[in-house]
């Protein structure tokens, strides 16, 4: 039988007295320790919320799109930073207010990102211009990277662990720029800068630079998520010439539950040089295949470096087939054809032609 404990207790700590008749009352153990346990979690929520900030308990931060103005709280929000070879400090927006104002989104991993910082290191900021490097990497990588790619005496700094700035402009895909007009507007969203489309802005209100439109890559290529839903096509293939600016450069493929074989914004040759070699090695057990044997019977001219975009997805049961199919399928739908052949050492190699320069019959 639980055993119950009679309180007495003052009027004016009841949170509605002239509602009571009865200050005295009985409750029981049980009770009591549910009582402390709400007690106790509600005091560490609020500790907790203290140490995050009140604005983080009211503010909802909504995406900012071209042609919308920067909220007037987000221009004094403290930035943290760290440059070379100075060391952390705090900054704002608001000290580049009135300028053009470039919020470059960037890794220690992406290349691309980092040819642009040493590119623009010299003209971070000018009279007209501010670029503002910004990563969500923790301080201590950011400062190990400024030290392998920059001497001391050349000055560069980053906004680091960002994750105020990402939720204003959200991305996918790094590089990512988020181009500011001196009347605080975003103005575009682009994958690349130049100092040309820089001074063209500054001159004429002109960006030169394609707008960029991150893509998801876990779906297939250009497809709408929200029309998919849940219904991923089982067989999918799209080959598209052109450089698509909402995707980086590069290989992603997957054997398993979903066969698929994905590059983008890379050329034709570099596609076949990729299957081919997984092929090689993975299907083929050749593990000695290597780049030497792999064979281009032409000289590349300026049309064969252009970048294409490449996404074959196969149903579960065909992933054994899927670096033949996507070879078969690149010899069908490109301006080359390749094939595997043993040389004078009886080595496999692979040998990528141009279809007009195939033997008269030969496919």
């Known amino acids: ?76 929000v403290p930035l943290s930073v760290i440059s070379n070879p100075k060391g952390i400090s705090k900054s704002q927006l608001s000290s580049h207010r009135g300028k053009l104002i470039i919020l470059d989104f960037w890794a220690t991993t992406c290349t691309s990102c980092i040819k642009s910082l040493r590119k623009f290191r010299s003209v971070q900021s000018s009279r007209e211009f501010s670029i503002i490097p910004i990563s969500w990497e923790k301080a201590e990588s950011i400062e190990a990277f400024f030290k392998r790619q920059f001497t001391p005496n050349e000055p560069i700094y980053s906004v680091y662990q960002d994750e105020l700035l990402k939720q204003y402009f959200p991305y996918n895909l790094v590089p990512h720029y988020v181009w500011i007009d001196q009347d605080g507007k975003v103005v ?72 698929r074989i994905l590059l983008t914004n890379v050329d034709v040759i570099r596609m076949y040089r990729v299957i081919a070699g997984s092929y090689a090695r993975q299907v083929l057990k050749d593990s000695t295949f290597q780049s030497s044997r792999f064979i281009v019977k032409f000289v590349p ?42 040389n004078d050492k009886n080595e496999l190699t692979y040998i990528l032609t141009l279809k007009n320069d195939l033997p008269h019959g030969k496919p």
């Open 1 to 76: 039988m639980e055993k119950f404990t009679q309180f007495n207790i003052p009027m004016n700590l009841l949170p509605f007295p002239s509602l009571i008749d009865s200050y005295k009352f009985k409750i029981g153990q049980n009770f009591i320790l549910a009582i402390f346990t709400i007690c106790f979690s509600l005091f560490s929520c609020v500790k907790a919320w203290s140490q995050i900030g009140t604005g983080a308990l009211h503010q909802k931060v909504v995406p900012l799109n071209v042609g919308e103005f920067l909220p007037e709280e987000l221009w004094n």
């Open 301 to 342: 001219s300026a049309i064969d470096l252009e970048y294409h975009n490449l996404d074959i997805i196969l149903p579960s049961e065909k992933s054994a087939i899927l670096f033949e199919y996507a070879l078969n399928y690149l010899n069908e739908f490109s301006r080359y054809h390749g094939e595997f052949i043993k």
């Open 188 to 259: 575009n969203f682009t994958s690349s800068i130049s100092e040309e489309s820089i001074q063209k802005y500054l001159v004429n209100k002109s960006i030169s630079e394609p707008t960029k439109i991150d893509i998801k890559r876990g779906v297939p290529l250009f497809l709408r998520e929200e029309l998919l839903g849940t219904n991923y096509p089982e067989s999918f293939q799209l080959f598209r010439r052109g450089t698509y600016h909402g995707l980086p450069s590069g290989t992603q493929i997957t054997q398993h539950e979903t066969p």
